[in-house]
């Protein structure tokens, strides 16, 4: 009877570690849980897509190819992010295509914008806040080119970031305080320091591409 019981508690345990595992894998968006530790300097596009990848795949979603919602000097991150749908690590849908994402359909917000591990970001009113994410775009998702930190490879004094609020909220409530993609630009540089600054720890959002 014992040997009997163990035998079905191991079939339990396999079948609900099954259940998560294929929940998570549904994860197609994640707020990064750490940057690059350089400020804005990614390695730019092909840096910042690898350590989505790579945190992506250290929390158990494999075989997908990630994208950073980042815009460059000659791309735009809309483009970069496929065709949708999208969902976090909790299976809630953030929108369905990329004009939803932009308008007022998407369902991003602090409660939503999890990071690759299903965890909250902190926000406004956290400590330490950490709600501004790195961007370089427009509200419609296209590039402001002189704000990008050099095509992230910038971390010093030198150049500027535009940023969004994940968290949808800021110092006031115009449409810019409440932008996931387009709040403000970045102050003193694109340091780790000049990015903590104004509530930000060099994050990004990425997104799977298929």
């Known amino acids: ?47 910042a ?16 190819t990630w994208h950073a919602y980042l815009s460059t000097s000659a791309e735009d991150a809309r483009d970069r992010i496929g065709k949708g749908p999208w969902v976090n690590a909790k299976g809630v849908k953030i929108a ?27 926000g406004r009113g956290d400590k330490p806040n950490r709600h501004d994410v790195l961007t370089g775009s427009k509200p419609d998702g296209t590039k402001i080119a002189d704000q990008t930190c050099g095509d992230w490879t910038m971390s010093g004094a030198e150049g ?6 994940h968290d949808r909220t800021g110092l006031d409530d115009s449409a810019a305080a409440k932008s996931w993609n387009s709040s403000h630009a970045s102050r003193g540089g694109c340091s780790q ?3 903590k600054g104004t509530g930000g720890d060099g994050l990004f959002y990425c997104f799977a591409v298929e």
Do not use: P, W, Y
């Not at 897509?49 to 997908?64: F, R, T």
């Not at 500027?160 to 609020?165: C, D, T």
């Open 1 to 47: 009877m014992r040997r009997l019981i163990l035998v079905a508690a191991t079939a339990l345990a396999a079948v609900t570690a099954g259940a998560a595992l294929s929940q998570d894998a549904k994860m197609s968006f994640f707020v990064t849980s750490v940057g690059s530790g350089k400020g804005a300097d990614l390695g730019g596009l092909k840096g």
């Open 49 to 64: 897509d690898a350590h989505c990848a790579s945190l992506a795949e250290a929390a158990g979603v494999k075989g997908k």
């Open 96 to 122: 369905d295509d990329v004009a939803s994402l932009h308008g007022d359909a998407n369902a991003i917000s602090k409660e939503t914008a999890l990071n690759e591990k299903g965890e909250v970001v902190n």
């Open 160 to 165: 500027v970031a535009m940023m969004g609020h």
């Open 193 to 195: 320091e000049a990015l």
